[in-house]
Structure formats: C-alpha cells, structure tokens
C-alpha cells in the first residue's frame, strides 16, 4: 500500500517544512495545492514534491482539497494541515500500517492532538479520518470545518498526529467569515455547519450568538451524539457568562438522554452545585468524575476533566466542608497529573495548617 499525502496552503512558509520533514519518511507522493501564497511557500513545498499546483481560493476548503485528491495517484489519500506535524513513533507505526493494512479498509482514522499538558501529554484531541482508499473516491463537503463523511470499512488506529501553531499566532477570522458570508445568503445550514458555527462564535467572543446557534443545533435533533453533547456542556458555560442560570441544569442532564455521565459533564455539574455553594453536592459530581472512565469517544476529549479537574475541584469542595483529611487525598491525586501546578502546592500549605489547628 502507498500513500499520498495532500495539503492545502497558503502563506505557510513559516511552518511547511516542519510539517512535510515529519512526513517525508512515509509519503510515496505529495500533492500541495496552493491558494494564493505571497510568502516563500511555494518554494519550501518544491524542495519536498514536483507535484505542486495552483487553485484560486473560492471560500471552500472543500473544493480545494477535493482538488488535491484527484491530483493524488497512490492507493490511499492522507490529508495535513501545514502547522501539523507527524511525531517519529507515528511515522514509523504508519509505515508498519502500510505493510499490514487489509485490502478492504477504505477509511483510517487517527487521533488528532490538538494541545498538551505541561509534560508534553496529550491534553486535548479529537479522533479525525486521515486516510481514504483513492478508489472510493471519497469528497470533501461543507465549505468551512469539512470533512469526509465516515461511510465504509473503517480502521480506527491510536496514531498521532499533531496540531502544533505557532506560539503568539492569532486567531484567525477566515472560518467565521465563511460562515457569516453564507448566512447572509440566507443558507439553510445542515446540523453540523450550525454546531461549528456556534463554536466559531464562542470563539471570536460572540456569546450570545453562540448560544442561538448552539441551540438551533440542538433543536434539530439530527446532530451527531457527540456534537450534541459537546454543545449541551458549552451550554452550560455559556448561559453561566450571561446569568442564566436557570438553565444550566436541564441542558446538562440532556447529556443523560444519549449517553452514560462523561467526566466533563459531571464537571460542569460539580462547578454549577459549588457556585450555589451546595458543596456537599459539588463533590459528589467532582468524585464521580474521578471514578468514570476517560471518556472513549471519537469526539473532542479533554483528558484534565477525568485527573486534575475534578481532582483538584473535589479538594477544594471537601475544605469547605471542613474535611481536610480527605481533601489531601484529592489534592495528591491532582499532583499527579500536575505536580509542579501552584494551585496543588498552595494547597498542601493551607491543608497542612489547617489540619494541625
């Protein structure tokens, strides 16, 4: 089996070569389309691939990378971004895939880690499809967030790969311009453009903007579970920013209508019974966190909600309970996911002369 490995670019020149240095050992082809670079970016791609095009930018990252896809030859299609970066251990659990892959996948996944602890974990990730049989010749859809519907043989795998931006980079206004242009044709967005709109939104600080389009997607009951999971959790920050909290309850026990209790859930419920100081009740959310599984999804994962949130959170509710014994205990177990953290070490201070009063 052979790879083609795709992207998309557009003034990337700070980042490509990291990006295609860490790939090189295992793509058979490089397919760069360019979209209208000014910078060097062209140049830094030609020293990696011939196979470098042009494609005049039309507001879809669909279209262009639909267009990368055909220019690809290999059996399989493998999309990055330019500020992505393929770890050693993932390039050679790649190659070893290469070797053994069955002829009858036509979809692998693999685990897209978005940011890190301060050990160099992974902190938050999300499970993305990243390589397609050329053959199926799967597309691209929606103009802005696409993706590849998950319809086929699939193979879900733990390799990593990661989002790595610069450090100071600002946030970007090109999705959410997309999305605001559509709206202004009056588009009938699908259930997933309405989710990640709403969380462009909440990005750019539109928050009640955000919340209408969190709950537009929710009212449709199409989503997908975990998007509508997601969404009831954002929810709940959300209407706590506006002081509506009257509703913070009901839309995270919605979250029990399509699965079992998610640490993150039950992190929100911890924070919304600690902020109405019922904090016998905050710990028992915050404990149950600790207890449940990291949740196994496919979704957006934030591992801190299953070890060092509620963990840390559990402590501070057991103090004022007055129950100091016990919030050590949660407290060195939040030292284990962060044990040079300040908040750990300032409590250990004031447990420790409380406990000798």
Not at 23 to 48: C, H, M, N, P, Q
Not at 212 to 220: A, T
Request: proline share 3%.
């Amino acid at each position: 089996m052979k790879i083609s490995l795709c992207l998309i670019v557009k003034n990337e020149e700070e980042v490509l070569g990291r990006c295609l240095e860490s790939a090189r050992d295992f793509a058979d082809e490089i397919i760069i389309v360019d979209t209208g670079s000014t910078d060097k970016t062209k140049e830094i791609a030609k020293l990696f691939t011939d196979n470098v095009y042009d494609f005049e930018w039309i507001n879809d990252f669909s279209a262009a990378r639909n267009f990368a896809f055909s220019k690809a030859t290999m059996d399989y299609q493998m999309w990055l971004d330019a500020d992505d970066v393929v770890p050693e251990k993932s390039v050679r659990e790649i190659n070893e895939l290469k070797k053994a892959l069955n002829d009858d996948v036509e979809i692998v996944t693999m685990k897209y880690v978005l940011s890190f602890d301060k050990s160099g974990n992974p902190s938050y990730y999300s499970t993305r499809e990243r390589l397609f049989k050329k053959s199926k010749n799967y597309q691209w859809i929606d103009p802005v967030h696409e993706c590849i519907p998950l319809i086929g043989n699939l193979l879900h795998t733990e390799i990593e790969i990661w989002h790595r931006k610069q450090e100071g980079e600002k946030l970007s206004s090109r999705n959410i311009d997309i999305y605001k242009a559509l709206e202004k044709t009056g588009k009938d967005f699908s259930p997933r453009q309405l989710y990640y709109f709403a969380r462009e939104l909440r990005d750019h600080n539109e928050n009640e903007k955000a919340i209408l389009y969190y709950e537009r997607f929710l009212e449709s009951n199409l989503g997908w579970i975990e998007d509508i999971i997601a969404s009831c959790q954002q929810l709940s920050i959300e209407y706590k920013k506006i002081g509506a909290d009257d509703k913070i309850l009901p839309v995270l026990l919605k979250t029990f209508e399509y699965d079992i209790p998610r640490p993150e859930i039950c992190c929100q419920l911890g924070y919304y019974y600690k902020d109405t100081r019922d904090y016998s009740k905050a710990f028992r959310w915050f404990d149950l966190a600790t207890r449940l599984p990291q949740t196994d999804s496919i979704g957006f994962v934030f591992s801190d909600y299953s070890t060092y949130i509620p963990n840390i959170e559990a402590c501070v509710c057991l103090s004022f309970l007055g129950d100091y014994k016990k919030a050590n205990i949660y407290n060195e177990k939040a030292a284990l996911s962060r044990p040079d953290c300040a908040a750990v070490n300032q409590n250990r201070v004031y447990l420790k002369s409380m406990s000798e009063k």
